[in-house]
Structure formats: structure tokens, C-alpha cells
């Protein structure tokens, strides 16, 4: 009798609390400055059509991740979603963007160190990379991507590249193809502690490497995506010191599998949200050897007041080696390229296992200004705007071995390892980001002042 009555009770005012709840139906969805970008394009991002119900309580939020959706596309420089409700019971929606400039073929002239830093640290001015890119995005309105680079100098570097996202009626599949061909008269042979040593630079060529793959995406919702692919590595090495440290010639099938969740504000300078990434690889040569290796990354980022002037960023990232002694150098090397800390920029920090965690403190010096520029200036590079930030940081990672004998090439094995530091961060148009900062490195005792500067172009692959 008891049962009966209590289910009674919670049918009762689940009934209630659904009577109260008010839902509004989207009447339509007006777009406005989208010349290129098909509607459904823009649609994807949504999850709503028209005719659709939506929650009163709840419209501000889903407007808000809509914006937010439309921006990680980076297809736009500015997105603005508003609606208007009428006492009728309806929404209408008004999406308004800006597009960007969708055709690139710009001169390449960078340094082939990880960032300016690293490279007057090193004083290797040779280690400089030249040549032409072309980047057509877009180009059928539906997302697509095309580029072909032509690059020469310290690591020349050939490919062509092709990505095509929202195939099928519903727009859930994804493909790219790509193909590349590096080599280069110097690299690295080892590392000796957390330090690259390179091979000698004769003139000839002693490191080269193709790479070819196919890749397919599965996005049944605007947040989250599953991606598989298939790609096959060469790299043929030529010098003494480097084939002391690797084969001559390694052969890799590679599968993957990886899972990305998004829902931040911005793929690249982001100040809400939440974004986890977990991605595994097999390396299998033709002689049955093999290894794994599997990353795991998750960022959190919110405004800690509602003025959203104060901000707060964590960033974990993790990575592993299945048998880290069965991994050439060479492998080792190139996946540990992202084992890094702020402060740590000279270093190479290699291990079967590496987790860190990067905590950001930031104040909004100066909130998002938007410049007007003459009218003969093309549209889409009309309307620039920049944010300043001030930013406090403190890092810190642990990496280890299960396997012996490699304390040589990483001391800090075993041992916590953390930095320290502030800066200021400089934000504008087309995603790019200036970050100049002090960091004060705990494992080697000094401080340093860095930059990096990020130009993104986001590729599946």
C-alpha cells in the first residue's frame, strides 16, 4: 500500500513540474551574411529546426552553445545569434555571421624550432623553413578543406591534403585523404639529458620519411565526434649516429581510433567549456613488431565571476607507451614532441608515461575592441578586433619508466617536475594568438621569458 501511494506521489508531481514547464516553438531560422557557407552547414550546428520545441528556461543556454558551435567551425570572424518570442507561443531565430577569407596561398618563412624561444636558444640559425602553401577552405561552402605545401629549408616538407566533413543527409560522416613527403640534412639522434643531440650537417640528405593516410569521422552530435583511420610511414635514415639510435628503413601500418568532445567557445583561445580528447595508435611493421601508444587531454575552462572578466583554465594531458624499449629513438622522440610545460621549452622531456597538469589564472586587461578599417580593404579583413589578458600559471608533470635504462636521455624521471610563471596573451581575428611570458623553471633552477605565437589551421589528421 505504501509502494502504491509513493508512486502515486512522484507521478503526481512529475506531472506537475512538466505542466510548468513551458516550451516555445521555433516559427524560423533566418541566416544573414553567410555568401559562401551553405545553410545546412550552418543548420548542423544547431540541433533545432524549424517546428522543433524548446524549453523556455532553456533557450538562452541553447542560443549561447549554437554561437559557441559556429565559432569552433572557424569558418567566421564574427557570429551573433538572437531571438525574438511572441505571446503566441513562438521563436524566431536571426543567425548573423561574417565570414573569412577562404583562399590562402601565402609565403612560408618559419623558424623549425618549437617557437622563437627555443630557437635563439639553440643558435642554429639554419634551422629556418621556406616556401609557398595554398589552403582553399570552404570551397563548396560545406567545411572542406584542400591544401598543398611546398616547403624547403632545414626540414622540407611536400604534401597535399584534403578533408570533407558533413556527408549524408544527415551530415554525420566525415572523410581525409592525405599524403606528405619530408627529409632533411639534419635532425635529431638522441637526447641526452632532456637535451636533443644532433647528427652532423654535411650536406647530404640523411633523414627522410612518407607518410600516407585515409581517415573516417562519425559526428552524430554537434559535441562530440568518433574518427578511425589508416596510415602508412616510411623513414629511411642515412647517417652513422642517427642509425645508432634507429633502423635504417621502418615500415609502419598505423590504426587509430580517437574520441574528441567539444564544447568550448574557441578552439584556440577559449574561456568556457570543456573540451577531452582520448586517441590510441598501433605501430605494426611488416615484420609483425609492434607498439601502442594512447593520449589522453582534458580542458576545463569558466569565468569565475559573472562579469567575465576573471577567468580560470585547466589543462591535463596524458600519454602512454604500451612497451616503451621496443620504440625506436626516432618514434620516441616525434611522439614526446608534446610532452612539454611552460618553462620547459628547451627540453625533451621522454618517458613511457607522462601526465601533466597546467593551471592558468587570467584578468581581461583589456575586453574585446573592434576596429573599422578603410572600405577598399576587402570585407573580410574589414572588421579586426583584439583582447589582452594577464595571465598567472603553475604547471606540473611527473613522467616515468617502466623500463630500465633510460635515465641518460631523461633525469627528471620519477621526480615531480613544475614551473611557475606570468604573462600577458594578446588575442585577435582569424584565431591568432601572441602569448609572451616569464617562467620560472623548478627542475633547472632558472627563469626564462618566452613566446609563442599560434597561427591554427585545424586538420583531422
Known amino acids: 500500500m505504501r509502494k502504491n501511494l509513493l508512486a502515486c506521489i512522484l507521478l503526481v508531481c512529475s506531472v506537475c513540474a512538466f505542466a510548468q514547464e513551458k516550451y516555445l516553438q521555433i516559427s524560423e531560422i533566418s541566416l544573414s551574411g553567410n555568401e559562401k557557407t551553405k545553410p545546412q552547414t550552418i543548420l548542423r550546428e544547431f540541433g533545432y529546426s524549424a517546428g522543433d520545441s524548446i524549453s523556455e528556461s532553456d533557450i538562452d543556454k541553447e542560443m549561447q552553445a549554437f554561437a559557441d558551435n559556429l565559432r569552433r567551425l572557424m569558418l567566421f570572424n564574427n557570429v551573433d545569434v538572437s531571438y525574438s518570442a511572441d505571446s503566441a507561443g513562438t521563436v524566431a531565430v536571426d543567425v548573423k555571421v561574417v565570414e573569412r577569407w577562404y583562399y590562402w596561398v601565402y609565403p612560408i618563412l618559419e623558424i623549425a624550432d618549437r617557437n622563437l624561444t627555443s630557437y635563439f636558444y639553440y643558435k642554429n640559425f639554419k634551422r629556418i623553413n621556406y616556401g609557398v602553401a595554398f589552403d582553399w577552405l570552404n570551397f563548396c561552402g560545406r567545411n572542406e578543406m584542400l591544401n598543398f605545401k611546398l616547403r624547403l629549408g632545414y626540414k622540407e616538407h611536400y604534401a597535399v591534403s584534403y578533408q570533407k566533413p558533413n556527408i549524408g543527409r544527415r551530415r554525420w560522416n566525415g572523410i581525409w585523404l592525405k599524403a606528405e613527403f619530408f627529409r632533411q640534412k639534419n635532425d635529431i639522434a638522441y637526447v641526452s639529458e632532456c637535451k636533443p643531440v644532433y647528427a652532423a650537417d654535411d650536406g647530404k640528405y640523411i633523414r627522410r620519411m612518407f607518410d600516407a593516410g585515409v581517415g573516417y569521422v562519425f559526428r552524430p552530435h554537434v559535441n562530440y565526434e568518433f574518427s578511425f583511420s589508416l596510415t602508412y610511414q616510411n623513414v629511411i635514415s642515412r647517417d652513422s649516429l642517427l642509425l645508432a639510435y634507429a633502423p635504417d628503413k621502418q615500415n609502419y601500418m598505423v590504426p587509430a581510433f580517437t574520441f574528441d568532445y567539444d564544447n568550448r567557445d574557441s578552439k584556440v583561445a577559449p574561456t568556457s567549456g570543456i573540451h577531452a580528447r582520448l586517441g590510441v595508435k598501433v605501430f605494426t611493421d611488416f615484420d609483425a613488431n609492434a607498439f601502442a601508444f594512447a593520449s589522453l587531454g582534458l580542458q576545463y575552462n569558466t569565468s569565475i565571476y559573472r562579469d567575465r572578466l576573471f577567468y580560470h583554465g585547466t589543462l591535463l594531458h596524458s600519454q602512454f ?141
Open 321 to 461: 607507451f604500451g612497451s616503451y624499449s621496443a620504440v625506436p629513438t626516432n618514434m620516441r622522440i616525434e611522439l614526446c614532441r608534446n610532452n612539454l610545460i611552460r618553462g620547459f621549452d628547451y627540453y625533451y622531456i621522454l618517458g613511457q608515461n607522462f601526465s601533466a597538469l597546467q593551471n592558468t589564472f587570467s584578468v581581461k586587461l583589456l575586453d574585446r575592441r573592434d576596429f573599422s578599417l578603410p572600405r577598399w580593404i576587402p570585407k573580410k579583413f574589414r572588421e579586426p578586433y583584439i583582447q589582452i589578458y594577464a595571465d598567472i600559471f603553475a604547471d606540473l608533470a611527473y613522467c616515468s619508466n617502466f623500463a630500465a635504462g633510460f635515465n641518460g636521455e631523461n633525469p627528471l624521471l620519477h621526480k615531480p617536475i613544475y614551473s611557475a610563471g606570468a604573462g600577458l596573451s594578446f588575442e585577435t581575428y582569424y584565431d591568432r594568438v601572441l602569448k609572451v611570458y616569464a617562467a620560472y623553471n623548478g627542475n633547472f633552477n632558472f627563469f626564462g621569458v618566452f613566446v609563442d605565437y599560434v597561427t591554427p589551421i585545424y586538420k583531422k589528421f
